[in-house]
């Protein structure tokens, strides 16, 4: 990220420092700090690891595809099958370090993994509308007044409030 023009050394330093005390990816830690956006992290993912990006917005996977990869294990492991033929399976995905997801969906898939980048965020969306779940944000409503009953006022409790301040306990001997 020093190479592209996103960090200076000092800003490195500052978030090599900062994801060794929060135990994050360097990414999240160069997007926590506010030096780069999703974007910016992506399109350095992409050079260093040699693999195209795409837009999620408009992407339409093919229902075979959706039909190899469960949605349980599309939406917890940020991967969304996209396209799907006799010997590879596409898939978008945001983090190309995560051997463990590629390695799974390879072995579940029985077929070669041909990965694209996405950003994290676009992409949970795009696996939620592809899988046919909701992104609207939920409707909310107007708050309502909980009704607190005083812990003095409920009967079972007088008893119990009158002899612990008669010097008893609530504990059996």
């Known amino acids: ?13 500052q978030v090599l420092q900062y994801q060794r005390s929060v135990a994050c ?19 350095c993912l992409a050079q260093q690891f040699m693999l195209n990006t795409t ?9 075979a595809a959706l039909k190899v990869i469960p949605y349980s294990l599309a939406i917890t492991r940020q991967i969304l099958p996209v396209e799907v033929d006799v010997d590879t399976l596409t898939c978008v995905i945001s983090d190309p370090l995560d051997v463990v997801t590629t390695d799974e969906v390879q072995l579940i898939a029985n077929r070669r993994l ?25 409707k909310v409503s107007a708050p309502t007044k909980l009704k607190v009953k005083k812990l003095d006022a409920q009967q079972d409790r007088k008893a119990l409030i009158r002899a612990i301040s008669q010097g008893g306990t609530d504990q059996c001997a």
């Open 55 to 63: 837009d999620v917005e408009g992407i339409h996977p093919d229902p």
């Open 114 to 138: 041909r990965l694209v980048l996405a950003q994290p965020t676009a992409l949970r969306h795009a696996i939620q509308r592809s899988y046919g779940f909701s992104v609207a944000k939920p």
């Open 25 to 43: 990816r360097f990414g999240e830690a160069v997007i926590a700090k506010g030096y780069a956006d999703e974007l910016a992290v992506l399109d």
């Open 1 to 13: 990220m020093v190479e592209n023009g996103y960090l200076t050394d000092d800003q490195l330093t």
